[in-house]
């Protein structure tokens, strides 16, 4: 079935009801925010309810194509909406912002590269382990399930929907909705575990929160008067919006140009790989990796040209961030809205073990290695890393902004700087988009040792280097002791 202009139309119409519904709900429901359950992971869950796995299983559907309260081609739209506007999300994603050089990034956010990378990696090596252990032999699984921590914990709703036809293209469609549905429940995991976390934090005086802390919702109605950067963007925008050209034009312009940058790139490297190494049958990578890493290279091509040309004055980090936003905010609620409990029902068991094999990795980062690793305010950094390695960026700011809510430590600044060596990577990056291939052309075993490998460098790195500075090594840091006090 061809999807019309205007039945995509009245596709995005209804996503953008359901979130103007799910963020009247959180009004109405003060447990939401208790949760920082984001809107269009509730507007998602809502159409999920109201689509045919649920209502339409139930009751059937007023529609003759189609299931729950909606037609077959508003489910359809939904389907292809993630793989298009995640894109978007990460062409934007670097625009806008001044990017420093890698000697400025590793002197403020070194320790916090250290544990992010650890986190990430090691999500690689508990997922395959547990696949080559027990899912594959067991429950005869595809052996592509051990990425699934790192794509649906670290990447995310917006990663897991943007790779859905990459698991297709490899014969692994269940994996789209198992990524998925994990991320939901790290969303959730990670701030019940991290609030859970802060809070012993608290009583053994690692971390001593203010009383806003004790209160989501005042958590939220903190710091609203904006600072010094916000009130910079501001007056960018003013001076933007006196222009010819409306300044959102110019911002969507940027990133479509980013967004054929990087696809761009990605065919050229292509046809490379379809000229050398896989021109009879041999290996094929970059033919299965998505555009939307790329697109982000692309992103990042965009703004040195803008830093190059001291265009800075023209392109606003604020508008950015809006465009980017609301496009995960779709992405989120159109992949969920599609989100297949058949196949969660079929592999509750291993999805229930993947979940709980990620949440005990990036606690056990948190507990046993930050501290030995991040010499000053381990804490208030790495629950940061915590909240991103379970849920998403979100899921860390808020949970450092609850430890630390007047930033004292610097942990805000550390965290932005460490996605600039982290997010290419991993996280939704490069080797994210490749790793379900690599498993293909090389098999678990051999992507296990890989992963391995970089998780015991990084983390060899960081106790040699970083652990070294912190006399005591980190011995009764969780007691609110100082080392060597």
Do not use: C
Not at 50 to 61: D, H
Not at 304 to 333: K, P
């Amino acid at each position: 079935m061809t999807m019309t202009v205007g039945e995509l139309f009245i596709a995005l119409v209804l996503i953008g009801l359901v979130l103007l519904m799910s963020n009247t709900l959180r009004v109405w429901m003060p447990w939401m925010r208790r949760l920082f359950l984001p809107s269009s992971v509730i507007g998602g869950l809502l159409l999920l309810l109201l689509g045919p796995e649920v209502l339409g299983a139930l009751v059937g559907s007023p529609f003759v194509e189609g299931g729950g309260l909606f037609p077959a081609y508003v489910q359809e739209s939904w389907a292809a909406l993630p793989g298009l506007l995640i894109n978007v999300v990460f062409a934007a994603l670097f625009i806008g912002k001044p990017i420093p050089g890698l000697r400025t990034i590793w002197l403020r956010a070194g320790p916090q590269v250290v544990v992010g990378q650890t986190m990430a990696w090691g999500q690689y090596v508990v997922g395959l382990s547990l696949a080559l252990l027990v899912l594959v032999p067991l429950f005869g699984m595809n052996p592509m399930v051990g990425a699934l921590i790192e794509i649906g914990f670290e990447g995310g709703h917006g990663t897991a929907a943007g790779m859905a036809d990459t698991f297709t293209e490899l014969g692994f469609e269940e994996g789209a909705d198992l990524a998925l549905g994990l991320a939901t429940i790290g969303i959730v995991s990670g701030v019940l575990i991290g609030t859970l976390m802060i809070n012993i934090a608290a009583r053994r005086g690692v971390v001593i929160p203010s009383r806003e802390t004790d209160d989501p919702d005042a958590l939220m109605a903190t710091d609203q008067r904006p600072s010094a950067e916000e009130y910079s963007e501001f007056k960018k925008d003013l001076e933007l919006e006196a222009g010819a050209t409306d300044p959102l034009s110019l911002h969507i312009g940027l990133v479509g140009i980013a967004i054929v940058i990087g696809w761009l790139i990605l065919n050229g490297l292509q046809w490379v790989e379809q000229m050398t190494w896989a021109r009879d049958g041999g290996l094929e990578i970059m033919a299965h990796v998505p555009l939307f890493p790329i697109a982000m290279i692309g992103g990042v091509i965009v703004q040195l040209w803008v830093t190059r040309y001291s265009l800075e004055r023209h392109v606003s980090n604020r508008t950015m961030s809006r465009i980017a936003g609301t496009s995960l905010d779709f992405t989120i609620v159109a992949a969920l809205a599609t989100l297949s409990l058949t196949t969660l029902g079929e592999y509750l068991i291993p999805f229930l073990l993947l979940a709980v094999a990620g949440i005990g990795w990036s606690l056990f980062v948190l507990i046993v290695i930050a501290p030995r690793v991040i010499p000053e305010n381990w804490f208030e950094r790495g629950i940061g890393d915590f909240g991103q390695s379970t849920g998403v960026t979100v899921t860390g700011l808020l949970l450092m902004r609850m430890a630390d809510p007047q930033n004292r430590s610097g942990a805000m600044e550390s965290f932005g700087y460490k996605q600039l060596m982290f997010e290419p990577i991993v996280g939704g990056g490069l080797f994210t988009a490749a790793a379900l291939p690599l498993i293909v052309q090389f098999g678990a075993v051999a992507i296990l040792v890989l992963t391995s490998t970089l998780t015991l460098a990084w983390l060899a790195f960081g106790l040699l280097y970083f652990g070294r500075m912190i006399p005591g090594r980190g011995r009764g840091r969780w007691s609110g002791e100082e080392p060597g006090s």
